[in-house]
């Protein structure tokens, strides 16, 4: 009998057995992280407890959303007519912070809308979320995660000649497990560096000063040695993302290699924001 060998499965078997550390492939086609978004955004909506969305103020659902549409008009973003892009807010005043799973939704907790003081920089905020789904950090984490396990079983299926897809979906409920670690919020420090980056490239063609997203790591900052208050909240994103001074360093750096002019309110849309801002306490 004459064995087929299925080249590529050979290939994705030498991937898995690198070390789940340095392995950087992503395994899944995109629309597998709308699948797999689709499931997060189910579970998320199914937790108020945890993820209490935001109810009775669709006008401040849809500013978000209109921010984040003109992010999404840059031609840097790649994926604008391929994942679902939807944006929600969870009305948690205690949380500083904004998150994105697979597939384009992106959701902005209350605490950090009461935090900032002007719209480009939650402009720079979920532009940076977006990049996170852009480039596919969850899916890439994913598969780092599983490692081996994953990719000697994708490969099994394809020499076996089953249903690749079919084998997804029995790990789909494995990784749904996933939001309720927390696992998909976290990003190495290289995909919040490179979010960082694409943040000010997404801006640049956008009507916001393409380095807002610095606004939030200065009152990061500013506001690090507060006690009480937001002070367990600013020492967990530090414990989980790079220090502010090293992001600002890299910020500062591409607003002068880009020449940006400073700052001003034609740009930072703080008048408008401070609406939207005092309309929440």
């Not at 921010?67 to 005043?93: A, C, H, M, Q, Y």
């Not at 205690?94 to 939650?122: H, R, W």
């Not at 076996?160 to 029995?170: C, F, I, P, T």
């Amino acid at each position: 009998m004459k064995i087929k060998i299925n080249f590529f499965a050979v290939f994705v078997l030498l991937v898995a057995s690198i070390s789940c550390r340095s392995l950087d492939v992503n395994l899944f086609p995109t629309s597998y992280d709308l699948q797999l978004g689709a499931q997060f955004n189910e579970d998320i909506n199914a937790n108020p407890k945890e993820y209490p969305i935001l109810v009775g103020r669709d006008d401040v659902r849809q500013y978000i959303t209109n921010i984040g549409n003109k992010i999404l008009s840059s031609p840097d973003v790649k994926t604008r007519n391929e994942f679902v892009w939807k944006f929600e807010v969870i009305n948690d005043d205690s949380t500083i912070n904004a998150f994105c799973v697979p597939g384009g939704y992106v959701y902005v907790y209350t605490g950090l809308l009461k935090f900032i003081d002007d719209e480009a920089t939650l402009a720079g905020v979920i532009a940076h979320e977006i990049a996170h789904a852009e480039k596919r950090h969850s899916t890439r984490r994913i598969v780092s995660q599983l490692g081996i396990q994953l990719g000697v079983g994708y490969a099994t299926e394809l020499l076996l000649g089953k249903n690749a897809a079919a084998w997804q979906q029995q790990v789909v409920p494995l990784l749904g497990n996933m939001l309720a670690s927390g696992l998909v919020m976290y990003n190495s420090r290289e995909d919040e560096s490179e979010s960082d980056e694409y943040s000010f490239k997404y801006l640049k063609s956008t009507e916001y000063y393409p380095g807002a997203i610095k606004g939030f790591f200065e009152k990061m900052m500013e506001n690090n040695n507060q006690s009480g208050g937001i002070e367990a909240t600013v020492n967990k994103l530090f414990s989980t993302h790079p220090p502010p001074p090293d992001r600002l360093d890299k910020i500062n750096k591409m607003i002068k290699e880009a020449n940006c002019p400073p700052p001003s309110e034609n740009n930072l849309f703080k008048a408008r924001y401070t609406k939207i801002k005092q309309s929440l306490k």
